[in-house]
């Protein structure tokens, strides 16, 4: 239906122009984010009635409404990439000549995957802030609203010390306000361990009220006024100024304030992307149909529809939540362009990684072989880590990294260097098993980590020793993976060589019983090309360097993240 519909409006724009003294006809196909396609419909017509064209070629446009993760997915796809969290879209999605998706962190989670996904432009032409949605009831006895200012610490307080509030978010893998949500309560957090105690507080409370779709996650607020209605429905969510604004245009019996919390999050902010794709011809169209979406009337248009401009002013007609700003900040611009490392706001890749990793160790089940390379090396100090040792460092991560899976996680420990089984180099030290049962367990073998003094690094036999055994345990519905750390080089000259690894990793791939092989290099000694070469000869995974071995933790949740592969 969506093909025949984007057919039909073009072919509409093109009789439309024939008039106009242009010739033949350009088609561009767009795709956006459903609450702004039918502003971004409006202008495209009144545009090509107009008489758009380029060269003298007459321009028609097609605007399809698409979830952005539906059409993430399909770009993934097509770049042979996959994105945390989401699934497979229909193969009806294709790529379309310019998306509009509702932030520019969709744009950076598949660059981060696929190095060939090069959008041009990228300019904000909406923005829509990010709230906490609270029932109005609710928002006035628990938080002072409208009269009281909040900010996101004091939310997290909240929430750590409630027992009647009820929270909930849009998974932050398939909804970019959600991530908005969830990047913020983690600021708010800050460092250290007890910050680390109230992020995993603060997700495990938001992952119980999740939903994987917006429209769920509304429907979970109260339908009505009487007390156990309210006791027993969503009680917060993070949500954007446009969600509050659509839900309340309804006329719900009960309505949403929309909290402003400080410091606000970069906003919903809905970047014009080129397809790296799209030809000369279809650019220079592309381009016209942006300039004609920065005109007043696109904002008039996109206050019909709840969303504010991109300088974060409304047009005529917004109907502005109580409490609400006059004017909220512009959106930052995304890196350089839509080809930057950075999204609106100044995020990058690697803090989007974080959260999402993070968010993937307590909500997506999983199996783990965690194998640590206890060679000597890892007794080098770290002077950015108050000289502790490369293990000490891995022993502080690792136990992070413990602390957010959820009882759905089945974990095993393995370590490794030369020798350490009779002529063996590694050595089982808990097997994969349930954190039901098995969580103190692991996470004191963790504490236990003790370097072996003069020990070398075998690494090659003790890869693919590992991959097998979690292949041989492998279940189905989970994501099963090998998350090897190492500092250095495969020096073992009793073992297997690298071409005697690979060849034996390509053998084991089985599509049936597919395995993440992940690595991560500490420090600068490891030989980035060497573990390239073993990750590679599985069916996924990759490589996530630490240069600065303090900065593990940030590393490891990022490869927990990653469904693809990386190369850090």
Known sequence: MAIVVILAGSWLGYRQLADSGCTGSIKLNVAAAPEIAPAVEQIAQKWT?????????CVAVGVNPI????????IAREHQVTLVGLGSAPTSVVTPDVWVPDSST????LKSEASGFVPTDGTSVAQSPIVVAMPEKV???????????LGWKDLLGKLMTSNTLRTGIVDPTRDAAGLAGLLALGQAAGDGPDAQAAKVGALRALAAGSSALRDDLLQKFPHSGEPNDVASSLSA???SEEDVVAFNAEGPPVKLAALYLNPMPPPLDYPYAVMPEVDLTKAAAATGLRQALQQTAFKNALATVGLRGPDGTVGS???????????????KPAGDDAQGGRAAGGLDAGVLSQALGSWAAITLPGRALAVFDVSGSMLKTVPTANNLTRAEVTQRAAAQGLSLFDDRWAVGVWVFSTELDGKRPYKEVV????????????????????????????????????YKNVQDSWQAGRVNSVLLFT???????????????????????????????????????????????????TSSGGVFIAPDPAKISEIFLQAISSRTGANR
């Open 237 to 239: 969510a993070p949500l």
């Open 139 to 149: 928002a006035e006895q628990a938080v002072g609203w409208p009269d009281k200012q």
């Open 487 to 537: 500092d250095g080089k495969n020096e073992n000259a009793d073992g297997i060589s690298r071409d005697q690894l690979v060849t034996e990793l390509k053998k084991l791939n089985d599509p049936k019983r597919p395995v993440r092989m992940v690595i991560i290099g500490i420090g600068n000694e490891v030989d980035r090309n060497e573990l390239q070469a073993i990750t590679d000869a």
């Open 317 to 331: 007609g917004f109907a502005t939540p109580t409490g609400a700003p006059e004017a909220t900040p512009a959106a």
């Open 49 to 57: 009635s107009s008489g758009a064209q380029v060269n003298g070629t």
């Open 106 to 109: 969709w744009l950076l989670r």
């Open 431 to 466: 097997p994969i098993s349930p954190l039901t049962s098995a969580r103190s367990q692991i996470q004191a073998s963790i504490g236990r980590l003790t370097p072996k003094p003069n020990g070398a690094t075998g690494l090659y036999d003790t890869a693919l020793a590992a």
């Open 67 to 74: 979830n952005p993760a539906t059409m993430a997915a399909a």
